[in-house]
């Protein structure tokens, strides 16, 4: 199996698995009841967190795709109520929950973690600022959570490259935003009557293909069983977690 081959056979299930504390009924419920944060407002404090304590511009670049209106706003209320660090390790405890579980009797877990872990060790985060975030957060000991918070980690590794292809490849993160989610664009604080030119889908178009080549880079020096592992825990991972009932 290629890097290119990994690459196709994986992004779309992992882009979805490293999501799925986010807004999980658990996960919203934690943050109501124990830090008086709605739903969103976790989000935020709870994924950014792991870049501590900063201005809601640093959270802004890593975001990448909200206004900063809209990033000051639930940052700065968030972190009025929950220091952030405390707040990432609030999520992604529930992150690891979700993983305890679902995932307990999944065969492949040791293999898929023995792989993801490679890539994170191997991997230059110049660029990457969430994802270099994410990847310093101690791992659990226990597989399922483990494997869950790795999922993360690849999640934030691919999201932080396209971001950066996309900045390349002068696309405005409004403009890439509503060409992929026009029904949230209002959502993300931008306003609802861009203009989107052939030039712009055309751009990002570009932004897509320089993202799955950094991507395979990003997975080039694992062996061939490697990536046959990390492709079945990832399938395994998807095919539990992911199913519609």
């Not at 830090?35 to 900063?54: E, K, Q, S, T």
């Not at 061939?224 to 990390?230: G, H, I, K, L, V």
Request: hydrophobic share 45%; charged share 20%; net charge negative.
């Amino acid at each position: 199996m290629t890097p290119e081959e990994l690459v196709a056979a994986t992004s779309a299930q992992i882009n979805s698995l490293g999501a799925i504390y986010y807004f999980h009924p658990d996960t919203i419920a934690h943050g109501k009841e124990a830090l008086g944060l709605d739903g969103m407002r976790f989000y935020f404090i709870g994924r950014a967190g792991v870049l501590g304590d900063v201005e809601a511009p640093v959270v802004t670049a890593a975001f990448g795709y909200f206004a900063p209106a809209v990033v000051a706003k639930m940052w700065n209320s968030s972190k009025e109520k929950v220091a952030p660090r405390d707040a990432a390790a609030a999520a992604l405890a529930c992150n690891a929950t979700i993983g305890r579980n679902k995932l307990s009797d999944m065969a492949g877990l040791a293999e898929f973690c023995a792989a993801a872990e490679q890539v994170i060790a191997d991997v230059n985060p110049a660029g990457l600022q969430l994802y270099a975030g994410i990847a310093a957060e101690p791992l659990p000991d226990d597989l399922p959570a483990r494997a869950m918070q790795l999922a993360v980690c690849h999640r934030e590794l691919r999201g932080s490259a396209h971001l950066a292809a996309v900045i390349a490849a002068g696309v405005h993160a409004s403009v890439a935003h509503a060409i992929r989610r026009p029904n949230d664009i209002g959502t993300f604080g931008w306003p609802e009557d861009l203009v989107i030119t052939d030039e712009d889908r055309s751009n990002l178009e570009a932004a897509d293909i320089t993202t799955d080549k950094m991507s395979a880079g990003h997975y080039a020096s694992l062996s061939d069983q490697q990536r046959s592992d990390f492709v079945a825990g990832v399938e395994a991972m998807a095919d539990i977690l992911l199913k519609k009932p």
